[in-house]
């Protein structure tokens, strides 16, 4: 994984293949390190904030996103934080697949007024609760930067340590950067064989251009040597793991 952050400091973490796709407490220990070691980082990009609101995100489609927003949340709850993740990607939602749980009555139905109360699920990892994406609703962007989404995170600051938004690529829909003026920052998840350059560079702009934070960018299955010629394919996404750690501090960049 490649992370940079705001101090220009440099590291690099290896990992071996695993065949778990997301971090479990009995994951091998160099899985477990990785995150770790972003877990670190984020610590110190958190602007002093009483809980850091983070948004994870790729360029394009299946690239790994949702993977590591379930393995950072774990890695941070098993920190003995509490967390809260957030499946915002409400075009085709997938954190609730990885609890086992409904995707009903979540984000959806609380932004759109549909309900009043926060069901929040608890998870097998202790410390770490979840919001699933609730039913799809017509409008995704605009329930995301809606005022009820900045009362939802009011709320979470008051009884979270972190919060972890899981959100859609942002080269394919918007839903992503309405959110920029609303959380400490985003990490950029980056498959490898897979993202062109170009892709990156044009995530980047995007975030960039609503004024949004990027922590940090992690370069997902860097072993992969695949040829990157994939992105027309995925660009139809919303029409509708292995891991290497790198690491620099004043801009930031992540993958999935």
């Known amino acids: 994984m490649l992370f940079r952050n705001k101090n220009n400091s440099r590291f690099k973490k290896s990992l071996s293949h695993t065949e778990r796709p997301h971090l479990r407490p009995d994951s091998p220990f160099a899985i477990k390190e990785a995150f770790n070691s972003i877990r670190t980082k984020l610590i110190f990009t958190g602007k002093g ?46 954190v609730h697949r990885y609890f086992g749980v409904e995707s009903r009555h979540g984000l959806s139905e609380i932004l759109a007024g549909l309900s009043s109360e926060i069901k929040l699920r608890s998870t097998d990892i202790d410390n770490l ?36 938004i899981d959100t ?12 920029a003026d609303k959380i400490t920052g985003f990490l950029l998840v980056v498959q490898s064989g897979k993202n062109h350059m170009q892709d990156v560079t044009d995530a980047v702009h995007q975030i960039e251009e609503m004024n949004g934070n990027i922590v940090g960018m992690i370069l997902n299955d860097p072993e992969n040597k695949t040829a990157a010629h994939y992105s027309y394919r995925y660009n139809k996404y919303y029409r509708y793991n292995r891991y290497k750690y790198y690491g620099d501090s004043n801009s930031g960049e992540t993958s999935k």
């Open 129 to 164: 609760s979840i919001l699933t994406a609730g039913q799809i609703p017509p409008n995704p962007a605009e329930l995301l930067g809606s005022k009820q989404m900045d009362s939802l995170l009011d709320y979470a600051r008051q009884y979270f340590d972190y919060v972890i």
């Open 168 to 179: 859609p690529p942002v080269n394919i829909v918007t839903d992503s950067t309405v959110i």
């Open 49 to 94: 904030e009483k809980c850091p609101v983070f948004a994870v995100t790729s360029s394009l489609a299946s690239d790994g996103k949702s993977t590591v927003s379930v393995s950072l949340a774990i890695s941070i709850a098993m920190a003995e934080q509490r967390v809260l993740l957030i499946d915002a990607d409400m075009r085709k939602p997938s």
